[in-house]
């Protein structure tokens, strides 16, 4: 049974373009959650989906949306990318019904 | 912004010692979680308390959760150094009703190291 898996496992981005991240959820999760998490600390959440739709959002700017398909798997799009969007992001998948997240090994996006 | 600190911010001890690590959050939780990390890479969910549980273990995992005093405690017994990693604690806030917020609210985590 596979889990979260997130592609690519590394990017390297320069000042001002846009960059996708992808996300498929562990089988049998219908929710998908996005964390960055910078060097040293813990991970802050960005944004959640839920049947297709943005349910939650965190402390992030516009430039940050995504996108969730019909088969729950999940989109980041990051545009105008700063250099303190450099960070390790990650994807975690749950239901609605359940606690507890699967975490997948996240993509490792650099920006220079 | 963080949900509270964790304490200490690094830890180091011999293989076979236990290890604890204490975390405190701000906001009334619907229950809360703790993660392992190794080198930056994914979190492993390590055990999930709910904010009625006083006190949960699994396997060499003991966690205790006081909500009067909104702190929790992680304490990993007969350490090994497979265990060397960075621990998170995430709470998971209240909605209106029973159900969840679904969002994780992370520690600043402490990094443990095991020697052997």
């Known amino acids: 049974d596979a889990g979260v898996t997130q592609s690519p496992t590394h990017l390297i981005k320069t000042r001002g373009q846009q960059v996708t991240l992808r996300c498929s959820p562990k089988?049998?999760?219908?929710?998908v959650s996005w964390y960055q998490q910078a060097l040293g600390q813990g991970p802050q959440f960005i944004f959640q989906?839920?049947?297709?739709?943005?349910?939650q959002r965190g402390n992030f700017p516009d430039r940050f949306s995504g996108h969730q398909f019909p088969n729950y798997s999940s989109e980041l799009n990051v545009n105008a990318l700063l250099l303190g969007d450099s960070a390790l992001y990650l994807c975690?998948?749950?239901?609605?019904?359940?606690?507890?997240?699967?975490f997948g090994s996240g993509t490792r996006l650099t920006v220079v | 912004s963080q949900q509270g600190e964790e304490d200490p911010q690094a830890l180091s001890i011999q293989e076979g010692e236990n290890a604890t690590m204490n975390c405190s959050y701000k906001?009334?939780?619907?229950?809360l979680q703790w993660y392992r990390q190794n080198s930056g890479r994914g979190l492993v969910h390590l055990i999930l308390?709910?904010?009625?549980?006083r006190e949960k273990h699994s396997g060499r995992l003991r966690v205790t959760l006081d909500t009067s005093k909104k702190s929790s405690s992680l304490l990993i017994t007969a350490s090994r150094a497979a265990d060397t990693a960075s621990y998170f604690c995430?709470?998971?806030?209240?909605?209106?009703?029973?159900?969840?917020?679904?969002?994780?609210?992370f520690g600043q985590g402490t990094t443990l190291q095991v020697k052997p």
């Open positions: 906001t009334s939780i619907n229950n």
């Open positions: 308390i709910r904010s009625n549980e």
């Open positions: 995430a709470t998971d806030g209240r909605l209106r009703g029973s159900g969840n917020t679904g969002k994780l609210i």
């Open positions: 089988s049998g999760h219908d929710t």
């Open positions: 975690a998948s749950s239901t609605g019904v359940t606690y507890g997240y699967t």
């Open positions: 989906y839920y049947e297709e739709e943005e349910r």
